[in-house]
């Protein structure tokens, strides 16, 4: 089973600023099999980027995915106050599993 | 507009069973792969099961496998989970996803806004 670590567990930014995600895969995810996804209290996932770097519909271009192999990450270019919120990576090369998820709080 | 409506949800106790199901509407159902993700309280996301478009193809997490079983209708535009054998691991919001294609190995583009399967012990 490949296993997906996110880091930081938590990041505090204040709007306006840049927030970088990183996922780290125990083997490596072929063909960039790899989404993002965004969960706000209360509320279901929503679909940010799949494919590692293509952007789902009607999600904004401040948020864009690099990287390949074992390491990902998710970019956010300036955060809105609507952008803080848990986010998932999540592979779907072998059999399917998440990340445990970093958390983005207001400083 | 494409919705995923869940229901079945409740309380149960420890070895008891229950049918979740999962009623979609607004995208040709058969042509897509759906799966179960759940969420225990305070917790991640686990993906549960899934079954391809054609209900030719079933997936289990080893959690839940010979325990859960997914199906689907695609003539009623429903998905289903029986759970079986419930125990108090498996108290979570369950969540009905579709993926972005007809394969279970794919992202889970929408997802519905889930029903809460509470196991007491």
């Avoid at chain 1, 390949?68 to 952008?83: N, Q």
């Avoid at chain 2, 979609?24 to 899934?50: C, D, H, I, Y």
């Avoid at chain 2, 054998?85 to 919001?93: G, K, N, P, Q, Y």
Wanted: net charge neutral; proline share 3%; charged share 15%.
């Amino acid at each position: 089973e490949i296993v997906l670590t996110q880091s930081p567990g938590t990041l505090s930014l204040s709007p306006g600023e840049r927030a970088t995600l990183s996922c780290r895969a125990s083997q490596s995810v072929s063909s960039n099999y790899l989404a993002w996804y965004q969960q706000k209290p209360g509320q279901a996932p929503r679909l940010l980027i799949y494919g590692a770097s293509s952007r789902a519909t009607g999600i904004p271009d401040r948020f864009s995915g690099s990287g390949s192999g074992t390491d990902f990450a998710l970019t956010i270019s300036r955060l809105e106050p609507e952008d803080f919120a848990v986010y998932y990576c999540q592979q779907y090369v072998s059999s399917l599993t998440f990340g445990g998820g970093t958390k983005v709080e207001i400083k | 507009e494409v919705q995923l409506l869940e229901s079945g949800g409740g309380l149960v106790q420890s070895g008891g069973s229950l049918r979740l199901s999962c009623a979609a509407s607004g995208f040709t159902f058969s042509n897509f792969a759906m799966s179960w993700v759940r969420q225990a309280p305070g917790k991640g996301l686990e993906w549960v099961s899934g079954i391809s478009g054609g209900a030719d193809s079933t997936y289990y997490a080893g959690s839940v496998k010979g325990r859960f079983t997914i199906s689907r209708d695609n003539s009623k535009t429903t998905l289903y989970l029986h759970l079986s054998s419930l125990r108090a691991e498996d108290t979570a919001v369950y969540y009905c996803a579709k993926q972005l294609t007809s394969v279970v190995t794919d992202a889970f583009h929408i997802w519905g806004q889930g029903t809460m399967v509470t196991v007491s012990s």
